[in-house]
């Protein structure tokens, strides 16, 4: 059986280069990157994710929302990928409760860490978990950027749940690069 093509670009966001990896239709990686832009090439579907992340950066939150993604990983990861996504843009949830969903309510650390390994950010979005409080704690292209997403997402829809105190991070005109 012959193996997907890959298909590998950048889409420039406020947030610097979001780079991108598909691989049979599906997102398997989604990064944010210093370095040159790659332009999506010809193939309709790489063209079409550029316009949902574009679109998804001038306003439209739900932009993302149903895209295919394979990224990989274990089963618990899996797991705590599938419940990010069910997060609705301009909400939070904590590690916490993440875990508790689940059923292993005393795994908020491995959710941590699936957050933390996830390959597919922004599109599984790891940026809307949060530590106990509405603390932001890490992310891994920095709390800035995650500050600005989930202040870029509550102006779409309002407000963030109450969950993140306005010292947690920089505002969204800090430069989150």
Same mark, same amino acid.
Request: aromatic content about 6%.
């Given at each position: 059986?012959?193996?997907?093509?890959?298909?590998?670009?950048?889409?420039?966001?406020?947030?610097?280069?979001?780079?991108?990896?598909?691989?049979?239709?599906? #997102?398997? %990686?989604?990064?944010? =990157?210093?370095? @040159?832009?790659?332009?999506p090439?010809?193939?309709?579907? $790489? *063209? +079409? /994710?550029?316009?949902?992340?574009?679109?998804?950066?001038?306003?439209?939150?739900?932009?993302?929302?149903?895209?295919?993604?394979?990224?990989?990983?274990?089963?618990?990861?899996?797991? #705590?990928? %599938?419940?990010?996504? =069910?997060?609705? @843009?301009?909400?939070?949830?904590?590690?916490?409760e993440l $875990? *508790? +969903? /689940?059923?292993?309510?005393?795994?908020?650390?491995?959710?941590?860490?699936?957050?933390?390994?996830?390959?597919?950010?922004?599109?599984?979005?790891?940026?809307?978990?949060?530590?106990?409080?509405?603390?932001?704690?890490?992310?891994?292209?920095?709390?800035?950027?995650?500050?600005?997403?989930?202040?870029?997402? +509550?102006?779409?829809?309002?407000?963030?749940?109450?969950?993140?105190?306005?010292?947690?991070?920089?505002?969204?005109?800090?430069?989150?690069?």
């Amino acid at each position: 059986m012959r193996e997907p093509q890959e298909l590998r670009f950048t889409v420039d966001t406020p947030l610097g280069p979001l780079a991108l990896v598909m691989r049979g239709g599906k #997102v398997s %990686r989604a990064a944010f =990157r210093r370095g @040159p832009d790659a332009p999506p090439p010809a193939d309709p579907a $790489a *063209r +079409a /994710l550029a316009a949902r992340v574009r679109a998804y950066f001038e306003g439209e939150a739900g932009a993302l929302d149903g895209l295919s993604v394979d990224g990989g990983g274990t089963p618990f990861q899996r797991a #705590v990928w %599938r419940e990010l996504r =069910r997060i609705p @843009p301009g909400k939070v949830r904590s590690y916490g409760e993440l $875990a *508790r +969903a /689940l059923g292993r309510p005393g795994a908020a650390r491995a959710v941590g860490g699936a957050c933390a390994r996830n390959p597919v950010a922004l599109l599984v979005p790891c940026h809307r978990a949060v530590g106990t409080g509405g603390a932001l704690t890490g992310y891994a292209f920095g709390v800035g950027r995650k500050r600005w997403l989930l202040d870029h997402e +509550a102006r779409g829809r309002g407000r963030i749940a109450g969950a993140c105190s306005a010292s947690a991070g920089p505002s969204p005109s800090s430069s989150p690069r």
